[in-house]
């Protein structure tokens, strides 16, 4: 049965005690932030939201991070910051004996998890690691990117932080960790056994459990909302936890890929920016004659395409999204042709 967009009585803000909220491209953009961000996550705090930054990061050490969010505006601790690499190191001694052999093949960040965690780091593959751990690191060289490989041949199970083909940086869109493991990938024929990254909706219940470690009570999935800018990573791992999520368009995902989101990636609420969090959330309603109708906002699916009533217009992607759903869940093809060009 198809799970449709819901609405909110209250504020998101209100209904939720938690938002576990990506940093790229729902906060900022590599140095720079988001419009809007830093304002509406203040005024969710406000209304007694908690917020933990949740990122696949695994580059940059959490103090760093939440010194950048500070330089805002934002009033943030570093263990609010709940980076892949955290999560990634906690998996891996889980995972291994302690003391283990481990190459890593990250930034420092991921270096010193590892050792916080009770596991010894080694230099290559000739000291024999009992694993290889791979992150997100812009100084990566071919001779690392081998050394992982060599050792991966060798026998060593292969972990990484998080699978993200991309990244948003200043400049545009550059690859991100997934495009370096799969060179990993490619010369080892060898597929990794754990991500801690999202779509893995490990990093939302480590996140959840963090908080509590500060001294508050264990936050229920229920309470908790999933906010990010990516359908197959923010999204699907709150999908896969079974976290309500809040899809927002500042980053990669656009209005054509919602509309076309396979189930296991739709979200839960989607919005324009952070501002929604401020916001009651309007529930799109199916007419009886088929059409969605979103506030004044209307959209249907006729001759094979979904039309609306306003292609500048929230409400009406928000109703487009339904529309676009429910056709294509009873079998009908869609593609970007089908599905109506919004200009928000």
């Known amino acids: 049965m198809t799970r449709f967009l819901k609405g909110t009585s ?22 720079n932030p988001v419009e809007y961000a830093a304002d509406s996550i203040q005024a969710a705090e406000h209304a007694g939201m908690t917020i933990e930054y949740t990122t696949n990061n695994s580059s940059r050490f959490q103090h760093v991070v939440a010194d950048q969010l500070k330089g805002f505006g934002l009033n943030v601790e570093p263990w609010q910051v709940i980076t892949s690499s955290v999560v990634a190191a906690r998996m891996v001694a889980k995972a291994l004996p302690a ?10 960040h991921l270096r010193e998890e590892v050792k916080r965690n009770g596991l010894t780091i080694v230099d290559g593959p000739t000291d024999h690691p009992q694993a290889v751990i791979q992150g997100w690191y812009p100084q990566m060289t071919w001779q690392m990117m081998a050394d992982a490989a060599f050792a991966v ?3 060593a199970t292969y972990f990484v932080t998080n699978r993200d083909l991309t990244i948003p940086r200043e400049l545009g869109i550059a690859p991100g960790c997934g495009s370096m493991i799969k060179a990993v990938i490619a010369a080892t024929g060898v597929e990794p056994v754990a991500s801690a990254g999202k779509p893995e909706a490990y990093m939302y219940d480590e996140a959840r459990e963090l908080n509590a470690a500060e001294g508050h009570d264990l936050v229920p999935k229920e309470s908790s909302i999933a906010i990010g800018d990516r359908l197959d ?27 076309l989101a396979p189930a296991h990636l739709r979200p839960t609420f989607i919005a324009k920016d952070l501002r929604e969090l401020a916001n009651v959330q309007p529930e799109p309603v199916r007419a009886e004659d088929g059409t969605w109708e979103c506030r004044k906002a209307s959209a249907w699916f006729e001759n094979g395409a979904v039309q609306v009533s306003d292609s500048s ?18 079998g009908a093809h869609l593609d970007a042709s089908t599905v109506p060009a919004f200009t928000l």
């Open 10 to 31: 209250r504020s998101l803000a209100e209904t939720y005690q938690l938002a576990l909220l990506d940093l790229d491209g729902v906060v900022y953009r590599g140095k």
């Open 99 to 108: 003391g283990a052999r481990v190459q890593v093949l990250g930034a420092e």
């Open 153 to 155: 041949e060798a026998g």
């Open 233 to 259: 990573t923010d999204i699907e791992a709150g999908n896969r936890g079974g976290y309500d999520s809040l899809a927002v368009l500042t980053g990669v995902t656009n209005p054509t890929e919602l509309m």
């Open 313 to 330: 217009s929230m409400d009406a992607l928000r109703a487009a999204v339904c529309a676009a759903w429910e056709a294509a869940d009873k």
